[in-house]
Nanobody, 126 residues
Framework: QVHLVESGGGSAQVQGSLSLSCAASGVSGDDCITWFRQRPGGAREGLVGRLRLGGTKYYDGSILGRFSMSRDSASAKTTVTLTMNKLWFDDSGTYYC??????????????????WGQGIQVTVSS
C-alpha cells in the first residue's frame, strides 16, 4: 500500500526559499513520484517528477532554475524533497506529493497518478 505524507510547508517572503518533504512508503525506485501545485480555484498542475534513478522531468517551465527535486531511499521508505528558491506570489497554493507505478508520464497530468498525499499549504507574501 502506498502512503505519502508531505511536510515542511508554511509561509515565505517573495524571493525567499522553502523546502517541502514527502515521506513515501510502498513505492519502488521504478515508480514515479511527482510534485503538484494547486492554486486557489485552480486545478492540480504537475511541477516536477522523477524515478529514483535517472533524470528529473520538469512539467512546469516557470520553476526552471528555481525549484529542484531530490529523491533518496533508505530501507523501505523514500524521501522526496522539493527545494523552492526565488519564490513568487503565484507559487502560493497547496502542494501535493503524488506517485504512480512505472515511469513518469510525458505530461504532468494529475489523472495519471494514483496515489496522493494530503497536501500542504505554501503562502508567499511581500
Amino acid at each position: 500500500q502506498v502512503h505519502l505524507v508531505e511536510s515542511g510547508g508554511g509561509s515565505a517572503q517573495v524571493q525567499g526559499s522553502l523546502s517541502l518533504s514527502c515521506a513515501a512508503s510502498g513505492v519502488s525506485g521504478d515508480d514515479c513520484i511527482t510534485w503538484f501545485r494547486q492554486r486557489p480555484g485552480g486545478a492540480r498542475e504537475g511541477l516536477v517528477g522523477r524515478l529514483r534513478l535517472g533524470g528529473t522531468k520538469y512539467y512546469d517551465g516557470s520553476i526552471l532554475g528555481r525549484f529542484s527535486m531530490s529523491r533518496d531511499s533508505a530501507s523501505a521508505k523514500t524521501t522526496v524533497t522539493l527545494t523552492m528558491n526565488k519564490l513568487w506570489f503565484d507559487d502560493s497554493g497547496t502542494y501535493y506529493c503524488a506517485a504512480k507505478r512505472g515511469d513518469c508520464p510525458a505530461t504532468g497530468s494529475a489523472g495519471a497518478f494514483d496515489y496522493w498525499g494530503q497536501g500542504i499549504q505554501v503562502t508567499v507574501s511581500s
